[in-house]
């Protein structure tokens, strides 16, 4: 018992809900002191997350600092976490742009701290849960969970007067979707009387009910994602959300739907997977071109980035069931990637709207005169965004397409389209908003970015590069995983 609780992975799980704990006994006009200990508690939980990553054993697939719980024992249901290489860079993801979101809300969030800051604190902890769970009924509790602190961050802290609307929109359609993944998990226990997927994925499912349980999964992943057209929410929830939220729905949520597919729609039902693979494969190249042609039509900045998302996603879904090494692996390196690219967007919009308090980009032009600082930092982010050879993306859009090219040709062909789209949308808007003339009738006042927003920024740049120019850093952790994973897929 001793060893389990320095489980680093127990200890990163259950240090944001002893944050909350603490928090709850802090005077509420104690603004600072609130943010100071919800800053040292997110740091802590970073550093947890990083002793994981160096005990972590890349030469093995198996689920490792797994604690197990009695929770219903005579049901045969257990609570037990552990990690393997895809689930351990989605904790370290969680945890560091949990810091970020602190550190970018510290001035533009006045009203309710105490409460704003508890709902980032349970986010977190429902996040590690998500991705650390071994079990089908506690995954489904806190993917649902996800949903509440969500919800209140958005619909209280909002950026405009639709936030309300576009709070009831995330909640009601991402749930919508979970409740057939609800009536999938139960069909799943009475045929085999446990949700433990470890014991799941030795089970083999008749072809009709792996049909049957993958559209239930199906359709609660599908809106996490989101997958055109279960996508009408999130620009919605991105244009009211305040940046904090932005970052965390960008950077982690949408990540929860690729990573449910990789963590039990392809194992526990393989036959479906390879059965539904063109259907997958239409609606993620009706995302990738879609969502890249409406991009260009946008005038909200956020709504440009979130559309942008969708159609990343459409790459990561592609390689997903592509069903090979090179595209899975290129899915999960991208899906990193974006967390990082999406979110320092994200960053840079808010930064521009703590300042001038309008997100249309026709009142932006010119600001590489004023804010030169902030100019730079955007052009590397916007090159990130497409692909740019040297950056995250461009290594994982490359196995993404290496892995769809050994599926089908005619995929790969029509995907590389998404690329050259991604490159018209990103230098579009960098040009619109950096280059010009200064558009003084607007705004009479202009301020390059703080020091704290610079070191905010900085660091993920560093990220992005690392994972650009050396990206076996990652890929190293993941490859027994995936391969295990594709093992399952041989039926």
Not at 298 to 317: E, N, P, R
Not at 429 to 452: E, H, M, P, T
Request: glycine residues 6%; charged residues 10%; hydrophobic residues 55%.
């Amino acid at each position: 018992m001793t060893i389990e609780l320095f489980n680093p992975l127990l200890l990163t799980s259950l240090t944001p809900f002893l944050g909350v704990i603490i928090l709850y006994f802090i005077p509420s006009a104690n603004i600072y002191l609130c943010r100071l200990v919800v800053l040292y508690i997110s740091c802590l939980t970073f550093i947890w997350s990083l002793f994981i990553w160096i005990g972590f054993d890349s030469n093995t697939s198996l689920f490792q600092f797994t604690y197990t719980a009695n929770w219903l024992k005579g049901w045969n249901i257990y609570y037990t976490i552990g990690i393997d290489g895809i689930s351990l860079f989605f904790i370290l993801l969680t945890t560091f742009l949990t810091i970020i979101c602190i550190l970018i809300s510290w001035n533009s969030i006045q009203i309710l701290v105490k409460e704003y800051l508890a709902c980032f604190l349970v986010l977190e902890f429902c996040l590690i849960q998500v991705f650390s769970v071994l079990d089908l009924l506690f995954f489904y509790i806190f993917f649902e969970s996800v949903l509440i602190p969500m919800f209140l961050i958005i619909g209280i802290w909002g950026s405009r007067s639709r936030k309300i609307r576009a709070a009831y929109q995330l909640f009601l359609y991402t749930l919508i979707g979970s409740l057939l993944m609800l009536l999938g998990l139960i069909c799943v226990y009475f045929q085999t009387g446990t949700t433990d997927i470890q014991l799941l994925w030795q089970i083999q499912f008749s072809d009709f009910r792996q049909l049957v349980l993958w559209l239930a999964f199906f359709a609660g992943f599908a809106v996490k994602i989101p997958m055109i057209p279960f996508h009408i929410w999130l620009p919605e929830a991105h244009a009211e959300a305040p940046t904090a939220g932005s970052v965390i729905l960008a950077g982690i949520l949408l990540k929860i739907g690729g990573f449910g597919f990789l963590r039990f729609s392809l194992p526990l039902f393989p036959s479906a997977s390879i059965f539904f693979t063109p259907f997958i494969f239409s609606l993620s190249l009706i995302a990738v071109i879609y969502a890249s042609l409406t991009t260009l039509r946008q005038v909200d900045l956020k709504k440009i980035i979130a559309y942008s998302s969708v159609s990343h996603m459409g790459f990561v879904t592609i390689g997903i069931f592509s069903l090979t090494l090179q595209g899975i692996e290129g899915s999960l390196l991208l899906m990193i990637s974006h967390g990082l690219v999406s979110s320092a967007l994200f960053l840079c919009i808010g930064i521009l709207y703590d300042r001038h308090k309008t997100r249309i980009i026709k009142y932006y032009n010119g600001l590489i005169q004023v804010m030169p600082i902030f100019g730079i930092f955007f052009l590397f982010f916007s090159f990130a965004n497409l692909g740019f050879p040297g950056t995250s993306s461009f290594v994982g859009e490359f196995l993404v397409l290496f892995g769809a090219f050994q599926s089908s040709v005619f995929v790969t062909i029509l995907a590389s389209l998404g690329m050259i789209l991604g490159a018209a949308y990103s230098i579009w808007l960098f040009n619109r908003i950096i280059f010009g003339a200064l558009k003084i009738k607007y705004f009479s006042i202009f301020q390059d970015i703080s020091r704290r927003e610079f070191w905010i920024l900085f660091p993920l740049v560093l990220l992005i590069l690392w994972l650009g120019l050396h990206p076996n850093s990652l890929l190293d952790e993941l490859h027994f995983s995936t391969i295990n994973l594709i093992e399952h897929l041989k039926i």
